[in-house]
């Protein structure tokens, strides 16, 4: 610990007792920190101080640089716990507090990200609010040093006129939340969506739009069912070209395996180190429907490398999944990541290293530039210009011996960086990421029948159901070190009922659709806007914040809103429960005007609503379980790309089956002939049975 971290006395604050790995990083500041609570605020009523709030997470390479510049300063922690009560948030810990709060600063500044800093009133109600701030001022950015006495000077000087204006900003983000309805969708909003993307489409590098440059796999997703839908091939060129210049990009970690949180730059190459468990899971389910879609052997093995990293680095001895890794190690954000040609030498010899260097643009003076200084290190990225089929040519090796060579050189490459410090890793355990896993894992297992990402699903979904609920089964967001807490949010129950349908589609163990149902109804019943539709982000019986936020736009994850609906409308397909597709039809009509004004960044609601609007497919397969011809046909269909297509296993016994009783329009649908049978309905029409695959596959427009 640096001599500016420890607090005057040595001692650590509140936050020491606290189970954020963030909040703990924090917990030998000399700033005099609360996490939220009560306490606080009582502290700031008591008292008449302003609340200063500040957002982050463990593995924000920003928050760590405001942290070592203001927070470990005693200069700067004195005017801190002069003028405010201070209390820190881990924002995955409480997204509600962040959603809340990020929506007050971008009202405010037209920005927003991490670091959050915001300024309130003993009531919370916001009145100043800015992402990082350093310690002394620079040109265009107010220091700390500077700020801290403005702001106590004005509140103890206007303190009335700051109250009134907090107050305004209040209503401004309560009345932003009162979604206007736009009426009926026009059946043309899935063309918008589409053209909009092809519209920011970078037709070079792939991706959307300028840099920075975020991955966001659910476009992706809906692009490839919009091929599926139209035929449009366009749609799919997107797809992969996006998913493949990220795989032979920088933002890839070619050597550990795993996508880093963003791109700087236009060409993939730049990363922001960070590793989260949300980009995996989605970016694994992206390559696994690219694999079902175009049968390239490309996508299936980058979507198998992802769960290698995830399996070896993210996984709990519980089941559960990390949250995410460290951009920064040793102070520098990418050191762990980084090589000069020289270590790559020492490692792999002159012959090797100079392969190494052609194929992943390894340079002597090095490709990788200090964000910080803007300097050259002398290390680089390790990035691959095309894939090996055209370097080998080039390098005058066949693209067999290239792939060998490659994989020897990774595995060494990856033997020696596991010497360096590696980077801190958030080992809390979240319920909507880990939804986000289970349901990744579990499709890739329908997908490759691999029984070892299935067992993952599995062991990750009993781990939650078993250890992350209330006595009553409601669902808790938060899990370290053996203890659960913090009342679980939307996308906690969306994401996990998400991950729970993936799990029965892949097993058809009806546990799995049984505790889907349960989630759903417990979401219901809690979050269900009684009067406006659609869901809250929190619960009805939650803390109550100064707002109660009801999302519908796609960020960096797919909104609540968006994952209930193409869940509501599974569960109403796999159980014949047609209230829940109107309960899905209703969310889409409460956020109609947000899908009108801006219809790609709600791709995943699109997806959903595209679920409803063309072909789809109910198959039963009545079979004995573990027999040859069931097994048969059940691999034959997670080979498929079937989007709009839900599947159920009717074992065939005499006696009552547990899918009669969740699904009871399956009782009647046996066996022919003693061979397993498909029962396929498509758009609300059923086909005769089928024994034959070939029958199948073609009542399914399969070639």
């Known amino acids: 610990m640096s ?39 009582a502290k700031a009523r008591r008292e008449d101080r302003p609340v200063f709030l500040s957002i982050g997470y463990s593995t924000c390479h920003w928050c760590h640089v405001m942290a070592h510049e203001s927070f470990e300063d005693n200069e700067v922690a004195r005017l801190l716990n002069d003028a405010f009560v201070c209390i820190k948030v881990d924002r995955e810990e409480r997204p509600d507090i962040d959603k809340i709060y990020m929506s ?15 300024v309130m009133t003993p009531e919370g109600q916001p009145f100043f609010a800015a992402t ?117 990009g920088g933002i890839y970690d070619h050597v550990g395996y795993g996508f880093h949180r963003y791109s ?49 680095d993210m996984k709990s001895t519980s089941g559960g999944f990390f949250s995410a890794e460290d951009a920064d190690t040793e102070g520098e954000e990418g050191r762990y990541y980084l090589w000069s040609l020289d270590e790559i030498r020492e ?17 002597e003076g090095g490709n990788f530039v200090d964000p910080m200084t803007g300097e050259n290190t002398n290390r680089n990225i390790l990035h691959m210009g095309a894939p090996p089929a055209e370097l080998g040519p080039k390098l005058g090796i066949s693209e067999g011996s290239l792939r060998q060579r490659l994989a020897a050189v990774r595995l060494r490459l990856f033997s020696a960086r596991e010497s360096r410090v590696r980077p801190a890793k958030d080992n809390k355990i979240l319920a909507d990421w880990n939804g986000l896993m289970i349901a990744a894992l579990a499709k890739a ?83 269900w806007d009684r009067e406006g539709g659609g869901y809250f982000f929190t619960p009805d019986d939650g803390e109550a914040l100064i707002i109660r936020q009801k999302e519908s736009y796609d960020g960096a994850v797919p909104s609540g ?52 609007t063309n072909p789809s497919h109910e198959i039963v397969i009545a079979g004995k379980p573990g027999a040859e011809d069931t097994g048969e046909m059940l691999r034959t269909l997670g080979k498929c790309y079937l989007p709009n297509t839900v599947v159920l296993l009717r074992p065939a016994q005499a006696s009552p089956s547990d899918i009669e009783e969740v699904a009871p329009f399956v009782k009647d649908l046996k066996p022919l002939q003693g ?29």
């Open 3 to 41: 001599e500016k971290q420890g607090v005057a006395a040595g001692n650590a604050n509140r936050l020491i007792h606290e189970k954020s790995p963030y909040l703990i990083q924090h917990a030998y500041n000399p700033v005099d920190w609360y996490p939220w609570c009560e306490e606080a605020f």
């Open 104 to 118: 007050a600063c971008q009202m405010m500044t037209r920005s927003g990200g991490w670091p959050l800093t915001v």
């Open 132 to 248: 990082y701030i350093p310690r002394e001022s620079r040109p265009g950015r107010m220091g700390m040093l500077e700020l801290i006495p403005r702001i106590k000077e004005m509140w103890v000087k206007r303190s009335d006129e700051v109250k009134r204006s907090a107050a305004e900003i209040v209503a401004l983000l309560q009345r932003t939340g009162e979604e206007k309805q736009a009426g009926e969708i026009a059946k043309e909003i899935l063309d918008d969506a589409y053209e909009e993307l092809k519209s920011l489409f970078d037709e070079k590098y792939g991706g959307f739009g300028p840099p920075p440059k975020f991955p966001m796999p659910h476009q992706l997703l809906f692009l490839l069912r919009y091929w599926k839908w139209k035929g449009e091939r366009m749609a799919l060129e997107m797809v992969v070209r996006t998913l493949k210049s990220m795989r032979y």
């Open 264 to 312: 700087t730059d236009e060409k993939w190459l730049l990363p922001h180190f960070e590793k989260m468990l949300y980009d995996q899971a989605l970016l694994a389910m992206a390559y696994t429907e690219a694999y079902q879609a175009t049968k390239e052997e490309f996508f299936r093995k980058t979507a198998c490398e992802i769960f290698t990293y995830v399996l070896r």
């Open 347 to 363: 490692v792999l010899g002159k012959k090797e290293a100079a392969l190494a260097a052609a194929v992943f643009r390894v340079k």
């Open 445 to 527: 297992s329908w997908a490759f029948g691999d029984g070892a990402y299935l067992k993952a699903a599995r062991n990750a979904a009993n781990f939650i159901l078993r250890s992350m609920r209330t006595p009553e089964g409601k669902l808790l967001h938060r899990h370290r070190e053996g203890s659960s807490g913090i009342t679980a949010h939307l996308d906690d129950y969306a994401f996990m009922v998400w991950g729970l349908i993936e799990c029965y589609e892949a097993s058809f163990d009806v546990t799995f659709l049984r505790e889907a149902l349960k989630l759903q109804e417990i979401m219901t019943q809690h979050f």
């Open 561 to 612: 809103n968006s994952v209930a609906i193409l869940n509501l409308v599974r569960l109403a397909r796999l159980t014949g429960d047609s209230s829940l597709e109107t309960r899905a039809l209703s969310i889409i009509h409460t956020f109609s005007g947000a899908l009108e004004r801006m219809p790609a960044g709600h791709a995943h609601l699109m997806s959903g609503l595209g679920f409803m």
């Open 675 to 703: 061979k397993a049978t498909a029962y396929v309905c498509s758009d609300f029409t059923c086909h005769n049975p089928a024994t034959d695959i070939k029958e199948m596959l073609k009542i399914l427009r399969v070639s």
